[in-house]
């Protein structure tokens, strides 16, 4: 099955999703953006708002195996890695795979979870395997990892270290639907997991070779010097005389995974080679979890993230 197929196929999958969860179009499109150069994702909202019912939906339609973890202030390291218990004859030790050997996983409300347990997801987010007892023990090729958190404000919840932001290709924001969008919920009778999503006839070594083929989806140089333009500028804004305070912008790590986000959206797009507008649409997402502010110092115009007034005062590439 070549790529285009297989974009069909998303397509289906993603007009099947938007028919059970209705008001969040952008963000089952994001998805599916997401799995397909295999970059985790981290979705931001309210409880309520259906973030877990959406992954569920689509690991149904990938036809993958499929975990969930539910983080909670008492979670242990072990309880999402595994362990190794001591055989009944006393010969060695037998490792117990955790849920996170599978292939989507699912961390609900990651901002619950104390830092050792955050941090116990880091190897797994950057190199695909878990080390326990000083054994490395590889994840499936095709892990991938989406993690929901609710708003910091909230009770009970705790600031996600830099570096494990830094993992995710997106920060994806849910947000309320629309009156129209929330009246058709509110009519439907049923609820969405009632109605399975059918499997996709695609393989996994398929999926595999999508992800190969999404880093060689041609990008301009001129289009790599405009990212790195608005990189350095998350650093330095004063470099193009905005006067924003930053205390770190975005890291190169950053700027490659914007990169990568913007050649799956050509691909999604039904194209090879990357336009300024998927890096444009992807931008804040991609890199407004990375800069963190100094909020000591504020702007009457704030509501305008920093990633947006860098690309227009930089101006089109």
């Not at 339609?61 to 890695?81: E, H, N, S, Y």
């Not at 000083?134 to 009970?156: C, K, R, Y």
Request: glycine share 8%; hydrophobic share 40%; charged share 20%.
């Amino acid at each position: 099955m070549d790529t285009q197929a297989i974009r069909d196929q998303f397509g289906h999958l993603a007009e099947s999703i938007k028919s059970r969860i209705v008001g969040q179009p952008e963000l089952i499109d994001h998805l599916l953006t997401g799995f397909a150069c295999g970059g985790h994702l981290l979705m931001e909202g309210l409880p309520g708002l259906a973030k877990t019912t959406i992954v569920r939906l689509l690991a149904q339609g990938l036809g993958l195996p499929f975990g969930r973890v539910q983080m909670t202030p008492d979670i242990m390291p072990g309880d999402i890695l595994g362990s190794s218990l001591l055989k009944p004859d006393l010969s060695g030790f037998l490792f117990q795979p955790g849920p996170i050997f599978t292939t989507i996983l699912l961390v609900d409300e990651l901002n619950r979870a104390p830092a050792k347990v955050q941090s116990a997801l880091l190897e797994a987010m950057q190199e695909g395997q878990v080390t326990l007892a000083g054994q490395p023990h590889a994840l499936s090729p095709l892990f991938w990892m989406v993690a929901t958190q609710n708003p910091i404000d909230q009770e009970g919840t705790y600031p996600l270290a830099e570096s494990q932001k830094d993992r995710f290709l997106m920060r994806l924001t849910v947000s309320y639907p629309e009156t129209s969008a929330e009246s058709e919920l509110l009519s439907s009778p049923g609820e969405p997991l009632d109605n399975p999503i059918p499997p996709m006839a695609i393989k996994p070594d398929e999926l595999s070779n999508l992800r190969k083929h999404i880093p060689t989806i041609h990008c301009e140089p001129l289009l790599v010097d405009w990212v790195a333009k608005v990189i350095q500028a998350t650093r330095q804004p004063s470099l193009i005389g905005l006067t924003d305070k930053v205390l770190w912008g975005v890291s190169p790590r950053g700027g490659r995974m914007w990169l990568k986000s913007a050649r799956a959206h050509a691909w999604w797009s039904g194209r090879d080679f990357v336009l300024p507008a998927d890096l444009r649409a992807l931008a804040n997402a991609a890199l407004n979890h990375r800069i963190v502010s100094d909020w000591s110092s504020t702007r009457s115009d704030s509501q305008v993230s920093l990633v947006t007034r860098i690309m227009d005062k930089i101006g089109p590439p």
